[in-house]
C-alpha cells in the first residue's frame, strides 16, 4: 500500500481514479488543483502523485517542478502526446488517457516499483558545441549519447535502448527529418518519444513533430533531480527496457508520421 496524491481539474476523473486506486489497496487522496494539493501536502506527504498536464491556473509540468524541489516522483497522465518531454523533466512515467482502471492500476505498480537505471537521451546534431552544451545540461539527471548525423543516430538505435531522442533538422549524411521517417518505419523504435532541437520552425514543421518545443529549455527544466528518500524512483526510464516501452508509449508519442 502506497499514500497517493491525484490532481486533476476534472472532478468525474478524480472519482474514478481514486476508487480504482483505493480498490487496489492504496490511500488516496484527490485534489482539483495545484493550489489545493499544496495545502494537502503541508500536513500530509505522498509517496507518488498523479498529476494531469492541462490545468487552469498552474499546470503539471510547472507542479512537477515543485514535487521535485520535496523529493516527491510524479506520474503524469494526460491526452497530450508528450512522452518525451515529461522523460527530460523527470517523470517517473506518463500514460496517454483515456485509461482503463487496470491500466492506471499497472502503470502505479510500475512507478512504485524496483529502481531502474536512469534514462538514457541521445541527441543528434552536427555542431559539436550544441551536443556539449545539452550534454552538460542533461549528464546530471541522464545518460547522454550523442551523433552528428542522422545515419549515425540509427546506428547508436540500433544498439542501445534510448528513452528520448533529442534531434536537429538540417544536418550533412541524413537530415532530422528523414531520420525521424526511419525511426518510426522501424516497430521496435516506433514509440520512442522524439523532440526538436532546431532555430528552424519550418524545417521543424516538416519532420511532423508536435510543436516544436525547444528541447534545451525543457531539459533545464526538468534537470533539478529530487533528494528526498523517494528521489531514488524518479530514475526510472518510462520510455525503456522492451515491453515497458510500448506500454508507456502505446499509441505512438509527438505525434509523429509514421509513413
Known amino acids: 500500500m502506497a499514500r497517493l496524491l491525484i490532481v486533476d481539474d476534472d472532478s468525474e476523473t478524480l472519482t474514478w481514479m481514486e476508487s480504482a486506486l483505493q480498490r487496489a489497496g492504496h490511500l488516496v487522496r484527490s485534489a482539483t488543483s495545484v493550489g489545493r494539493a499544496l495545502s494537502?501536502?503541508?500536513?500530509?506527504?505522498?509517496?507518488?502523485?498523479?498529476?494531469?498536464?492541462?490545468?487552469?491556473?498552474?499546470?503539471?509540468?510547472?507542479?512537477?517542478?515543485?514535487?521535485?524541489?520535496?523529493?516527491?516522483p510524479v506520474l503524469f497522465g494526460s491526452v497530450m502526446a508528450a512522452e518525451g518531454e515529461g522523460v527530460l523533466r523527470g517523470a517517473t512515467g506518463f500514460v496517454r488517457k483515456p485509461l482503463s482502471p487496470a491500466g492506471l492500476?499497472?502503470?502505479?505498480?510500475?512507478?512504485?516499483?524496483?529502481?531502474?537505471q536512469r534514462p538514457t537521451v541521445l541527441v543528434v546534431d552536427d555542431d559539436l558545441e550544441i551536443r556539449l552544451a545539452m550534454t552538460s545540461?542533461?549528464?546530471?539527471?541522464f545518460d547522454v549519447l550523442t551523433?552528428?548525423?542522422?545515419?549515425?543516430?540509427?546506428?547508436?538505435?540500433?544498439?542501445?535502448d534510448v528513452a528520448v531522442l533529442i534531434t536537429d533538422v538540417r544536418?550533412?549524411?541524413?537530415?532530422g527529418r528523414e531520420l525521424v521517417r526511419r525511426v518510426r518505419r522501424n516497430p521496435k523504435l516506433a514509440t520512442l518519444p522524439v523532440?526538436?532541437?532546431?532555430?528552424?520552425?519550418?524545417?521543424?514543421?516538416?519532420?511532423?513533430?508536435?510543436?516544436?518545443?525547444?528541447?534545451r529549455g525543457i531539459a533545464r527544466e526538468?534537470?533539478?533531480r529530487p533528494s528526498g528518500p523517494s528521489a531514488s524512483r524518479r530514475q526510472r526510464s518510462p520510455a525503456t527496457g522492451g515491453?515497458?516501452?510500448g506500454d508507456w508509449c502505446r499509441r505512438g508519442s509527438d505525434d509523429l508520421p509514421r509513413s
Open 105 to 116: 492500476r499497472a502503470a502505479v505498480e510500475r512507478a512504485l516499483g524496483p529502481v531502474q
Open 195 to 215: 523532440l526538436v532541437q532546431t532555430g528552424d520552425r519550418e524545417a521543424a514543421r516538416l519532420t511532423g513533430v508536435r510543436g516544436p518545443r525547444e528541447a
Open 222 to 224: 526538468g534537470s533539478a
Open 243 to 245: 515491453a515497458e516501452r
Open 147 to 160: 551523433a552528428e548525423s542522422g545515419a549515425e543516430a540509427l546506428d547508436i538505435l540500433d544498439r542501445r
Open 171 to 175: 544536418m550533412p549524411v541524413m537530415d
Open 137 to 141: 545540461i542533461l549528464e546530471p539527471s
Open 40 to 72: 494537502l501536502m503541508d500536513s500530509w506527504s505522498p509517496e507518488l502523485v498523479l498529476s494531469d498536464v492541462l490545468m487552469p491556473q498552474t499546470d503539471g509540468w510547472a507542479f512537477s517542478r515543485m514535487l521535485a524541489r520535496r523529493g516527491i
